[in-house]
């Protein structure tokens, strides 16, 4: 595993803007980042990546029947009781899912750590899925990179695949107003669905009418089943979340992925498979410190927000945000690794239950905030 400096490519930001590559750049900061790459050998990707994402998504997806059944699982994930039913349903009717990253600790050499797994609202796809496909491809063509260079991404075909699979017809996508990167996300699984031969419609969430036991969208079309871009615990702390149950909408993803979209997984991971190569330490919240490093995560949170790293040396890091209010959990340090400077993060893709893709973010911190950049990356020897 290697990070290689390259010239950008000239044209690419003409070419972000005619393909809708809106957030490539965020608050005047670069977000898309072509001035560098990451190369793995097909041994690091395939032994290292692919198969241990396979095993550990199998891992997870054996432990939502141990939750669905345990009020005492359900609680300590913090998932409302009123809502247990609906959650525990859409389990057992096994309500189709799509799509989810895990983010991983990997250097290239040591085992790569499971750090957290992103199931329910995972962003960075678009810029997996394709635009660095594209990169690869012109940076291939224009003798950028090594003759034969691959890339770990059948992204794209997955989800295609996957969208025939549901057994819809027609599906609506949603996203809340105002967020260029949750549009472009959004808008990119609605092109795959179409291409996929369904009828699909976007509404904004905020737009989303309730009525005669229906969701409906601005048009008043009945919504008969949905992807949203918008996190279940959200959803059902809301007034609107009481209406799922009885309305006859599926939904993607289904209840059910709250459970795996929930840093509270990562303990019954733990406890379910002590001493795992790809698994860190991990418990609940109780007050007590794991080791000489270790992290305090909010049971829900997303892009660093309210994370807490405590390092060997007694350096404490912590980032700001709206999770303060809830329980935590703490999990063993794994740091991540440092190349020129940057800390990077390895996100690898399921779709379905497929390990399918990659993608790279780098950060100054250790801790990966919204504003971690997205670097492109290569198989060759």
Not at 154 to 166: K, N, T, V
Request: proline share 5%; with cysteine.
């Amino acid at each position: 595993m290697k990070r290689i400096a390259i010239e950008e490519r000239p044209w690419w930001q003409e070419q972000a803007r005619d393909l809708g590559f809106r957030f490539h750049t965020i608050d005047g900061e670069k977000y898309w980042d072509e001035s560098a790459y990451y190369q793995f050998s097909l041994k690091q990707v395939e032994n290292d990546i692919e198969d241990v994402t396979q095993e550990l998504h199998e891992l997870a997806m054996a432990l939502v029947d141990e939750v669905v059944a345990s009020e005492q699982k359900l609680e300590q994930l913090c998932i409302p009781e009123r809502h247990w039913d609906l959650v525990a349903t859409s389990w057992r009717q096994r309500q189709p899912h799509l799509y989810g990253r895990m983010d991983f600790s990997y250097d290239g050499a040591a085992p790569a750590k499971l750090l957290e797994l992103n199931y329910d609202t995972p962003t960075s796809l678009y810029e997996s899925g394709f635009f660095q496909w594209l990169w690869l491809e012109d940076a291939i063509k224009h003798d950028m990179i090594p003759k034969g260079s691959d890339q770990f991404n059948s992204l794209q075909e997955q989800l295609q695949s996957r969208f025939g699979e549901l057994g819809v017809e027609r599906l609506h996508f949603a996203s809340v107003q105002n967020s260029d990167e949750d549009l472009g996300t959004v808008r990119y699984l609605q092109d795959i669905a179409s291409q996929a031969g369904l009828a699909t419609r976007y509404v904004p969430m905020e737009q989303i009418g309730f009525g005669d036991g229906h969701f409906w969208d601005r048009e008043d079309q009945a919504i008969d089943a949905i992807f949203k871009l918008y996190p279940w615990e959200f959803m059902l702390a809301e007034e609107f979340g009481d209406l799922i149950a009885g309305s006859q909408t599926l939904w993607l993803e289904p209840p059910w992925k709250i459970i795996l979209a929930n840093k509270g997984i990562l303990p019954l991971l733990w406890q379910a498979h002590k001493g795992h190569p790809n698994l860190l330490e991990a418990h609940f919240d109780d007050g007590s410190a794991l080791g000489r490093g270790w992290v305090k995560k909010p049971i829900f949170s997303r892009e660093g927000a309210n994370v807490e790293l405590y390092l060997p040396d007694g350096q404490r890091l912590a980032e700001p945000g709206p999770y303060d209010d809830g329980r935590f959990i703490r999990q063993a340090l794994a740091p991540l690794p440092a190349f020129a400077g940057n800390h990077t993060l390895v996100g690898s893709w399921v779709v379905g239950d497929v390990a399918c893709g990659m993608g790279i973010r780098e950060d100054s911190s250790l801790i990966t905030k919204d504003s971690a950049r997205f670097v492109p990356h290569i198989i060759s020897e």
